[in-house]
């Protein structure tokens, strides 16, 4: 086991979720990758006993580095440099040389409104240049700095890591943080942490469970591997956390999984699907790709184009939602939907080869269903969705999809059908 971190993040927003999670994680990958464990992470509202109460956990834990993420705003309820003092057994005292700096920042900031309360902004600039006596400072990218505060000579305890809460503060601060002198003394010994993950597409939980069982049936020691398995945008994800030394069992369990789940198996390197129909796409030689959706409103699109150089490749695309914008906008047929309905193969088919002539590609994705929660009927259900890719030399592949869920979920899933879809084909030319 290796040098063990907790992580607070503060917030009342992000403990009641108006505000989602991304320090939390981030921080995480990045003590993985210096090799350090990440115990625990503790979301609490802005509140100092619950703060307070949060640090004394981790520390019972035994965390040898606690990194907190918020609170450290110029306004009332930002409280956390102040409990973490408190923590310490530190003194709060105001860094002059840190107060000017802030004073020059602020000024910069508030040219542009004169009639700012400038007592107000005196206030909130004491607030944050008021630190932990004895805290090594992160120089602000915003207006807040950040802290790493170890705990007082002669004393046992973790060293925490004060960082702001704006993900574009935070990120630019952690090599800052990460160098300082106390961080580097409170993870000595720190041993490194591997990790890889396999990708799985058209296969149910309950199959890698029961692979997982075979493994150790065949004497596998995977006992001595973090495994764990998640279900996310309908692919399964086999996420591996190993010691260097271990490197040789991975690869037997590696090598177990591939040989039990070949058909499914379409990433051994952690590569998402985005990624391998990317480089498809790009080639050589270079295809082109149009897209014409219904029921994912676009979403086949945004993940298209979500990777750097998409336009490369990416024609463009329409949403059609109406039956006279899929006649319009992507050329089906008024008969033809009148005749088999929009939610149907027939469809599907004319808006791939619909997107792909409309729109100059060599590649044309068509996706039409019944997203719910309403407007299914018996004959067309909620999660009903016919997917199409089609090809310009007429190669084409249809899929009926039934999916289980909400409208998000479904939305959501049918978008990687979509795209594995297409990558199946285009690899299909390719052998």
Known sequence: MSVRAGIVVTGTEVLTGRVADRNGPWCSEQLRALGVDHESTVVVGDRPNDILAALNWLAAEGCALIITSGGLGPTADDLTATVVGEFQDRLMVVDEPLHLRITAILERLTARWPSVDQAAIAAGNLKQATIPEGATILEPIGTAPGLVVPPPAGRDGPTVVVLPGPPSELVPMWEAAASSAPFIAATEGRVAIEQAMLRLFGIPESEIA??????????????????????????????????????????????????????????????????????????????????????????????????????????????????????????????????????????????????????????????????????????????LVWCAVSLADGDLAVRRLQLPGSRQLIRDRTTTVALHMTARLLRERLR
């Open 210 to 383: 029961a692979t997982l069982r075979a493994a150790q049936t065949a004497g596998l020691a995977i006992d001595q591997l973090e495994i764990t398995t998640c279900l996310r945008r309908g692919e399964i994800e086999i996420v591996t956390r190993y010691a260097p030394d271990q490197r040789p069992l991975y690869d037997e369990f590696a090598r177990f999984v591939a040989e039990n789940h070949s058909e499914t198996l379409f990433s051994v390197d952690g590569t998402t699907i985005d990624q391998q129909l990317a480089a498809l796409l790009l080639g050589p030689p270079l295809k082109t790709i149009a897209v014409a959706e219904s029921c994912t409103g676009g979403l086949v699109a945004a993940r298209l184009t979500e990777i750097a150089g998409a336009s490369d490749y990416v024609r463009g695309g329409v949403t059609v939602y109406s039956n006279a914008a899929k006649s319009k906008l992507a050329g089906v047929p008024a008969a033809l939907i009148e005749r088999h309905g929009a939610v149907s193969e027939e469809v599907a088919v004319a808006l791939a080869e619909g997107a792909r002539t409309v729109l100059g590609a060599e590649i044309g994705v068509g996706v039409t269903g019944v997203a719910g929660p309403g407007g299914g009927t018996k004959e067309k259900p909620v999660g």
